[in-house]
């Protein structure tokens, strides 16, 4: 879904490593992370832990699933001192390969994102939003799900598909839980009906597809996440964010120790620094991902949190229901597709 740094699997288990940036010292030891976040992300977050700090930072980078299987083969020789983003989920499910720690700055989270597990820190979010092309909207309003009913905009909307794509199946989880109130609600599953209806068959095999689509020109309006978003309007691209009226579903990644972390007093001072106030006001005005502390500060291309209708996924659901959902999806489809 984003774009990870380039590295091939033959190098990953000959066990070479990207280091990071930034002056270090052999006092303040190393610490070893395995991550699949973007290079944006990476850069600037681990270039300012390691001049804050002093620690030297070894950067493993592939895919999450890949990652925790080799943290799996290693668990009786730990590489690895700290797993860095990734889905929350897949980090709830290998719980016995996390050691235990809560961060100092865990109380100055948001309730809903603070580490109830003991084990899974969170430091940024991503939401749902609808992507507007200003060029070729014309008079149409759009302030949420159901004005993408509007007639005018039949065969201009550019979606991605949920059985492929986990920025679709996050929208189509947020429009079942923002229309219908939860995710079994047949209201919710009659306005994905219409929505697909209007759709008019163009279903996208990619999200970058969706996003890129919309600010090209191809589409008018596309069911995307920020992150890609607020980069087209920080860098002045003709689109515009819209925040679903009927609420938004911030997701967020997970971050944390590797059950016997040989640098763990190091891997504890990542953590603390990734949600300490001046690493989210790295994230939040230098990248386009979201901070999780409600107190970061936020480049004027994101809006802030408070004056969006945030909603809350129920994550032990759609994770057991996951398949479900997709099946329902792909009936529907199926049915307006004849």
């Not at 991550?35 to 990476?42: A, K």
């Not at 493993?60 to 860095?84: M, Y």
């Not at 994101?302 to 659901?317: L, R, S, T």
Request: hydrophobic residues 40%; proline residues 3%.
């Amino acid at each position: 879904m984003k774009k990870l740094i380039a590295l091939s699997v033959s190098l990953l288990f000959a066990g070479i490593v990207f280091v990071g940036c930034g002056s270090s010292s052999s006092k303040a030891g190393k610490l070893v992370i395995y991550s699949p976040n973007t290079e944006d992300l990476v850069d600037n977050i681990i270039g300012a832990f390691e001049k804050e700090t002093g620690i030297k930072v070894e950067i493993i980078s592939t895919g999450t699933g890949e990652i925790f299987k080799r943290v799996e083969a290693e668990k009786n020789n730990p590489n690895a001192d700290v797993l860095w983003g990734g889905s929350w989920a897949i980090y709830a499910s290998n719980l016995d390969l996390l050691e235990e720690y809560v961060s100092e700055n865990d109380k100055d989270l948001p309730k809903q994102y603070q580490n109830t597990t003991k084990k899974i820190t969170t430091y940024c979010l991503d939401g749902s939003v609808l992507l507007v092309n200003k060029n070729l909207i014309g008079d149409i309003t759009i302030e949420g799900y159901r004005d993408l009913l509007n007639p005018k905009l039949k065969g201009k909307i550019a979606m991605g598909d949920p059985s492929n794509s986990s920025s679709a199946f996050a929208h189509l989880t947020n429009m079942l839980l923002a229309v219908g109130g939860n995710y079994t609600n047949p209201a919710g599953w009659n306005f994905v009906k219409a929505l697909l209806i209007q759709v008019n068959g163009k279903i996208l095999n990619s999200s970058s597809a969706v996003h890129k689509g919309v600010a090209g020109g191809e589409y008018t309006v596309g069911i995307t996440y920020e992150d890609p978003s607020a980069a087209y309007v920080r860098d002045g691209a003709p689109v515009e964010i819209v925040y679903m009226k009927e609420g938004v579903v911030f997701l967020y990644p997970g971050s944390a120790i590797v059950k016997g972390a040989k640098n763990l007093e190091n891997a504890k001072k990542f953590l603390d620094f990734i949600t300490s106030k001046k690493a989210q006001d790295i994230i939040g005005t230098q990248l386009t991902v979201r901070p999780v502390r409600a107190d970061a500060e936020l480049g004027s291309y994101m809006k802030p949190i408070n004056e969006i209708n945030v909603i809350n996924e129920d994550y032990d659901y759609v994770q057991k229901n996951k398949n479900a959902i997709v099946d329902h999806y792909k009936r529907i489809f199926t049915e307006i597709s004849k």
